[in-house]
């Protein structure tokens, strides 16, 4: 495959192209960063001998296409090019294309291309022609691609779809598109018969961004050639998971331009945001929170130096939130994009020395007039995205006039709140106990404070644009559903009571599901299993309290590392780790060193391209080769854990040395803080993932040095039956159940117990009621699972026996393939299998 | 004196790199006028790594291994445009003097000329655009016609540099991040050309000794 070498000034912006381009074309792309100068490459500027280093591997392989971004970066990259022909490289005109194009576009375009497995020369091609989609877009025209008219010879077939996804063919589903088309002899061509666009060639994805293809737009594809019915085929499948966007899209389907304004019976009528029904007095949101008050303007240079404070006080706050890694996560980090915006902030800076206004008004001001256009914008994500600078625009107000943040929104006696809008902050700030339901006149169940409502479960219906929210909150009883976007003021008491009866249904299914979840899980022979919860982040340890989980399997440590430029200092990784631990209940807490490598490469950290990283330098094989991170990692576990039973758990464990090894790490790190009287917890269980097959295979060889077992099967399921995890080709692969990874679980289990080992499961497997019943049936007794699933797995087990389970498990092992094992434990479980996901 | 010698060369990258320290703020405030303002801070970052690299022990039996060795370590420690120019011309030195322990001053004044052209071909610059073309071009027409001893052809192409870098202020920049400027960039001197001539005067200083 060809590769892509990003050569940039910046280390950090080359990182960042790259990260794009492997969000778009996979993990496994070879797309290097020769950028940066100096220790570590991590001063501005250009390095030709370290280009050329990058460059020489793709000389002996398949070839490269190098982007440039300015200046010295294109002088740099021909240096390069000279040094190695001075080394007697060969190779390297055939091997090697500088090429011109803009950095950004052109890795994408490139990647894309390349990944299909075109050729050096295409590849370039392709890269040059990115910046056509741009000028399309922007209405500069005579960029379009010209495709020759089709040949002759039989009339192509054709397919005609629309466009289901959100946001259109965009970058990914295009990316999709060209990937799947690129595996076909046929000559396929792709026209958009809405607005005309086209034909253009498919295998293009400038050509495809060029269709300009939006949701509802009707796309025909014509096929001609010899595998054309196959193609076909295999184009409805794509289209038939929105061009493999189906699962990871919030849907909209239910959107406020779809939804007619006309009331159903019952009420106004609203979009769904966040299920559940709340039935109440409804209560102005505006009512419970006050606009911050104006205050006499100081000198313009006073005034915006308190701009640019409390605009760096919010960013801090905001960066602050921003590392827990969760959903909220994302909204922070985009809303800390805006208040840098230059269009903003120089406004305000421009209003402030005209004089005469305080850094409030002025900042006030222009926040409306941007949002203002944001909300006129014609596409909805856009839209939505006028809530998060409304949002962030009022956080910075109440910092310019003194006040601290939103306090708790706590309604008493408990309402249904009314607003225009909902921001992302108040919705944080909302209390569950108290805010029964929202009701929002604009809105959308994609925007941020949707997504938070759905968190807290509190029942959200929002683009409820026909109702009168004067009037509303004159009513005595509101009820919404968040499940159908339905609305009733003041409803008949028949109405009424039904609305109650929906209610106590819905109620009475989740209770009857959680309230035991906090009692232990005994199956039916009575036999005890440890349920724990897997935990990557703060949020998920407050769901793993609350959920019933009995402690922690697996708490990931990669949130600490993967969002961050620069390496966290071992306070930063104490802190970080210790707000995790806070939100925990008690129960021990396995706590696993980072995993790194493979598919989650570090910023911080430079590693070498590995042609297959999920078999490279990885977990702590990554943490063996940089003694002094992973030494501050573990002081950081042992000071953060200092109240909790912290247990330690190395990933990617291959060789019983392995484990020793890390032992003396662990040690080391205890005699370091001993030394320097940082309290810290010792001594602690060390133990280790089983997800390599050697490790499977002599497990009693670890069983001496490792306290405690953990099987990860998605790894261990990926490395038995040589199936890469995220290759979508390879489904029927990828599944836990399949009887060579069953049995290899078997023998762990008995060579674990043999040695008094405590042995757990915290792969996805677990979380999925009917492998995990198989587990059960293989001898496992404790199971890490995601914290929502924490009271279905409990229920699970209360349903079986083990003795059902072991004659299920031994039968198992004895099928063909995962397909057969899944049926024959439906037919086994039939009604006692708690909801098949 | 007749020959610039190993020792003496050693001394000039030396002093080349303590000169170019001392002016770091001044090039910079030239590049900021022009361009990104980090021309000093690359230089320094550039020789203060060869001079580590040749106090370290770095082998250099002859001046071509010398100037080789000074090319690769600016090349990969500069960072700007000037790590290519700058690296690709001591690389070239190396070239012409492979396998060589002096230099009379014909044979040094040929050695620089290829080295000026080598930069003239990877940054597609020529006299006028202002450039440290500009004041290396004058100072080796100023060495060929010096008399033949090292010390006068070296303070020939010393004192028309200095003099060839101010001249570049009235030029218009047509290379690199000034040429961005356009007329604007006209009244300041291009920092390139003066950090030439600090290098050229450093060579001057040694031979004079």
Redesign the interface.
């Known amino acids: 495959m060809i590769g892509i070498v990003l050569v940039s ?1 910046s280390k950090a912006l080359a990182v960042a192209i790259r990260e794009l381009v492997l969000q778009m074309v996979g993990q496994d792309f070879p797309v290097v960063v020769a950028a940066g ?2 220790d570590d490459h991590l ?8 280009i050329a280093e990058v460059l020489q591997p793709f000389c002996d392989g398949d070839g490269a296409v190098v982007l440039m971004d300015l ?2 970066a294109v ?2 990259a ?2 390069a090019l ?2 190695l022909d001075a080394e007697g490289v060969a190779d390297i005109a055939d091997k090697i294309r500088l090429c011109p194009a803009p950095i950004v576009e052109a890795a994408v375009a490139a990647a894309v291309q390349a990944k299909a497995g075109a050729t050096l020369d295409a590849v370039a091609d392709e890269a040059r022609m990115a910046l056509a989609a741009k000028e399309a877009q922007l209405g500069i025209e005579d960029s379009a691609p010209a495709i020759p008219a089709p040949t002759g010879g039989e009339p192509a077939r054709t397919l005609d779809i629309v466009i289901e996804n959100p946001h259109g063919l965009h970058a990914r589903p295009a990316a999709n598109l060209v990937q799947l088309v690129s595996r076909f002899q046929s000559d396929i061509r792709l026209t958009n018969l809405t607005s005309g666009r086209g034909p253009t060639s498919a295998r293009s994805l400038t050509g495809v961004g060029l269709l300009q293809a939006r949701k509802g737009d009707m796309v025909r594809f014509s096929v001609q050639g010899f595998d054309e019915e196959t193609a076909l085929q295999r184009l409805r499948e794509l289209a038939a998971t929105r061009f493999g966007e189906g699962e990871d899209t919030i849907p909209v389907a239910r959107s406020a331009e779809t939804r007619p304004d006309v009331p159903p019976s019952g009420g106004a009528a609203g979009v769904a945001a966040s299920e559940g029904i709340a039935i109440g007095r409804p209560l102005r949101l505006a009512a419970a929170l006050t606009e911050p008050a104006d205050y006499p303007p100081g000198t313009p240079d006073d005034e915006r130096r308190r701009l640019d404070d409390a605009l760096r006080r919010v960013a801090d706050e905001i960066g602050h939130s921003a590392t827990d890694g969760g959903d909220a996560a994302k909204i922070f980090a985009a809303q800390a994009l805006m208040l840098s915006d230059p269009i903003l902030v120089e406004a305000a800076h421009a209003r402030i020395a005209q004089g005469q206004v305080s850094a409030l008004a002025a900042w006030r001001a222009e926040s409306a007039s941007v949002a203002g256009s944001y909300a006129a914008m014609e596409d909805e994500y856009l839209r939505a995205r006028a809530a998060d600078l409304r949002d962030i625009a009022v956080r910075v107000a109440r910092v310019l006039a003194g006040e601290t943040q939103t306090t708790k929104i706590s309604p008493n006696p408990p309402a249904i709140l009314l607003t225009d809008e909902l921001l992302p902050s108040e919705a944080m700030a909302c209390d569950p106990q108290t805010v029964l339901g929202v009701l929002a006149r604009a809105g959308s169940p994609t925007a941020h404070a949707a997504i938070i409502m759905r968190t807290l479960g509190i029942p959200m219906v929002v683009g409820a644009k026909s109702i009168d929210p004067e009037a509303l909150a004159a009513v005595s009883v509101l009820a919404i559903d968040g499940a159908t976007g339905e609305v009733w003021a003041d409803p008949e008491s028949v109405v009424l009571s039904e609305i109650e009866r929906r209610r106590g249904a819905a109620l009475a299914e989740r209770a009857a599901f959680e309230k035991a979840r906090h009692d232990p899980a005994v199956t039916l022979d009575g036999c005890g299993v440890e349920v724990l919860a897997n935990v990557g982040n703060a949020a998920d340890a407050t769901a793993a309290r609350e959920n019933g989980a009995e402690g922690v399997g697996l708490l990931r440590t990669e949130f600490l590392y993967l969002t961050r430029t620069e390496m966290p200092t071992e306070d930063q990784q104490t802190q970080a780790l210790a707000a995790v631990l806070a939100n925990l209940g008690p129960g021990p807490v396995v706590i696993r060193t980072p995993d790194i490598g493979a598919d989650k490469p570090l910023a911080f950290m430079a590693s070498a391209e590995e042609h297959n990283p999920f078999l490279g330098v990885r977990g702590l094989r990554l943490s063996f080769r940089h003694p002094g991170f992973f030494a501050s990692n573990l002081r950081a576990i042992l000071r953060a854990g200092l109240e909790t039973d912290v247990w330690i758990m190395f990933p990617m464990v291959t060789s019983p040395e392995e484990m020793s090894q890390a032992r003396d790490f662990a040690e080391t790190a205890h005699r370091d803080l001993e030394k320097g009287g940082v309290p810290h917890r010792w001594p602690v269980k060390l133990g280790m993932m089983v997800e390599v097959p050697a490790a499977a295979l002599m497990a009693e060889r670890f069983a001496r040095q490792a306290d405690f077992f953990s099987i990860g099967t998605n790894d261990l399921t990926q490395y038995i039956l040589a199936a890469e995890r995220g290759n979508g080709d390879l489904e029927s692969l990828q599944d836990a159940v399949h009887p060579a990874v069953l049995r290899a679980i078997r023998a762990i289990c008995d060579r674990a117990s043999e040695a008094c080992c405590h042995l757990s499961v915290c792969g996805d497997a677990a979380s999925d009621p009917l492998a995990a019943a198989l587990l059960i049936g293989s001898g496992v007794r404790s199971l890490s699972v995601r914290p929502n699933q924490v009271a279905a797995i409990k229920a699970q087990i209360r349903r079986v026996s083990t003795v059902t389970l072991r004659e299920l498990a031994d039968k198992a092992r004895q099928c063909d393939n995962s397909v057969e094992v899944r049926q024959l434990a439906r037919e086994v479980l039939a009604d006692r299998l708690h909801q098949i996901p | 004196m007749d020959q610039l010698t190993l020792a003496q060369a050693r001394s000039w990258i030396d002093a080349t790199a303590s000169v170019i320290a001392e002016n770091a703020p001044h090039l910079s405030e030239l590049d900021q006028a022009i361009g990104d303002g980090d021309h000093g801070a690359n230089m320094t970052r550039g020789f203060t790594a060869v001079v580590k690299k040749l106090t370290d022990g770095a082998k250099t039996d002859d001046l071509g291994g010398l100037f080789k060795l000074v090319g690769m370590t600016l090349l990969s420690s500069v960072g700007g445009a000037s790590g290519p120019l700058y690296g690709g011309f001591f690389l070239d030195l190396g070239k012409q003097c492979a396998g060589k322990q002096t230099l009379d001053a014909q044979a040094l004044t040929a050695v620089l000329e290829s080295g000026l052209n080598d930069i003239k071909r990877r940054g597609k610059a020529e006299i006028g655009d202002k450039t440290m073309v500009d004041a290396l071009t004058p100072a080796i027409e100023a060495m060929k016609a010096a008399s033949h001893d090292v010390t006068s052809a070296t303070r020939a192409a010393a004192e028309t540099a200095r003099d060839a870098a101010t001249k570049t202020a009235p030029l218009l920049a047509r290379k690199g991040r000034a040429s961005y400027l356009g007329e604007r960039s006209i009244g300041h001197e291009d920092p390139g050309a003066n950090s030439m001539a600090l290098l050229l005067g450093a060579l001057a200083g040694v031979c004079h000794e």
Not at chain 1, 43 to 50: F, N, P, Q, R, S
């Open positions: 000034h100068v100096g001063e501005i500027g250009t390095d030709a001998v370290h200046g010295s002088l740099s021909q240096t000279e040094l």
